[in-house]
Structure formats: C-alpha cells, structure tokens
T-cell receptor, first 114, second 116 residues
Framework: KQEVTQIPAALSVPEGENLVLNCSFT??????LQWFRQDPGKGLTSLLL?????REQTSGRLNASLDKSSGRSTLYIAASQPGDSATYLC?????????????FGGGTRVLVKP | DTGVSQDPRHKITKRGQNVTFRCDPI?????LYWYRQTLGQGPEFLTY????????KSRLLSDRFSAERPKGSFSTLEIQRTEQGDSAMYLC??????????????FGEGSRLTVL
C-alpha cells in the first residue's frame, strides 16, 4: 500500500527566505506526482504536476523535483511572501489505467511572517 | 472554463438526516472523483467515475454513501442517516481524457459537512 509522508507538518519562516517542502512515498512505481496548495477552508489548487519520466518542473517561483528511486519529491518556493502562507499537499498517482487515483500526504502548513 | 463547481459549500445537519452534494466538473473532463478530508489530514479517495460508469469505490464508502453520475456530466454524493463521524470536507475533482496532461486533477472548493 502506498504511503505518503510530508515532514515537517508545520513550518514558519521570515519573508524572503526560500521554502523547502519535503514529500516521501513508499512505492516508487508511480505514474506522476502532483503538488497542491490549500488555503484554510478552501479546496485544492494544483501547483505542479511531475510525470514519472521527469526530474523536475518549474512554474515562476516554484520548482518541484522528483527522485523516484529514493521515493522523494521536494517543492522549493523562492523568496517567500506572506501570501505563500497555506498548507501544501503532495499526492502520488500509482494507477495509470484506473484513472489517476491520488494518495495524499498529510500536508505541510506554512506560515511566512512579514 | 469555470472550474469544478460544488454545491452547497456548507451544510449543517442533525444526526440521522440525509444530505446530498452536487459536483459539476470542468466541461469535457470525462473523469470525476470524490475525496473526503478531515481536519488536519490529507484528502482520502472515495470513488471515481469515467463518464457515467463508477469504476472504483474505496472501503471508506460505506453502504450509507452513494454516488451517481447519470449522464456523465455532474455527479451527486448522498449520505444517508448521517453520523457525527461523517463531518468532513467533501472534495470533488475532475481530469481530462488521456493526453499530454493526463493525470492532473483539478479540485473544486469543497462541501463542508457538519453533523450535530
């Protein structure tokens, strides 16, 4: 059974510092990995999708890497801003044929202090 | 493209009552998913549709839960005889047919259920 872990569960940094969020998964036979942002009481916003054949994806200040062999992904957020405060979730998709069922980590709650 | 739409956003009900949530996916997305999220946890998979066919159900989906997608467009999730343990955020997501971005899920804002 696939298990996804995100450590730390919470993180507080001063504005301008780079953020490093970690995600680990137990079964390396993944189809893709997706990072999401969730604001309190809201739904999930997709940030980055990394296919299993890719090593990284970038979007603006966000960069996500994927190392399937070690079962790890890292989300980097450069020059953090107070508006980056949210919970960040990673999710892995291990079943290509059965339609992208995601297994989520517990999330990392980020606070960026002005 | 208005994104995934869920209704209602909030529902407060008494234990034992039935509730129904509706999800309208992004147009032309043939795959639709329901997830449940409790406070402080990541979402957990409940069920999945491809067009109108329900292809997989989690063991979390007890017999009090039923989901439908009758015409392959919107979907409903009904919970009968609600229990306090059903209190959670119910999230709907959709994804497009096979293609370059296959596998990317787009989520709605969720329907928060509180059972008193």
């Amino acid at each position: 059974k696939q298990e996804v872990t995100q450590i730390p569960a919470a993180l507080s940094v001063p504005e301008g510092e780079n953020l490093v969020l970690n995600c680990s998964f137990t079964d390396s036979a993944i189809y893709n990995l997706q990072w999401f942002r969730q604001d309190p009481g809201k739904g999930l916003t997709s940030l980055l999708l990394i296919q299993s054949s890719q090593r990284e994806q970038t979007s603006g200040r966000l960069n996500a890497s994927l190392d399937k062999s070690s079962g790890r992904s890292t989300l980097y957020i450069a020059a953090s801003q107070p508006g980056d405060s949210a919970t960040y979730l990673c999710a892995v998709n291990v079943i290509k044929a059965a339609g992208n069922k995601l297994t989520f980590g517990g999330g990392t709650r980020v606070l960026v202090k002005p | 493209d208005t994104g995934v739409s869920q209704d209602p956003r909030h529902k407060i009900t008494k234990r034992g009552q039935n509730v129904t949530f509706r999800c309208d996916p992004i147009s032309e997305h043939n795959r639709l998913y329901w997830y449940r999220q409790t406070l402080g946890q990541g979402p957990e998979f409940l069920t999945y549709f491809q067009n109108e066919a329900q292809l997989e159900k989690s063991r979390l989906l007890s017999d009090r839960f039923s989901a439908e997608r009758p015409k392959g467009s919107f979907s409903t999730l009904e919970i009968q005889r609600t229990e306090q343990g059903d209190s959670a955020m119910y999230l709907c997501a959709s994804s497009p047919p096979m293609g370059p971005n296959t596998g990317e899920l787009f989520f709605g804002e969720g329907s928060r259920l509180t059972v008193l």
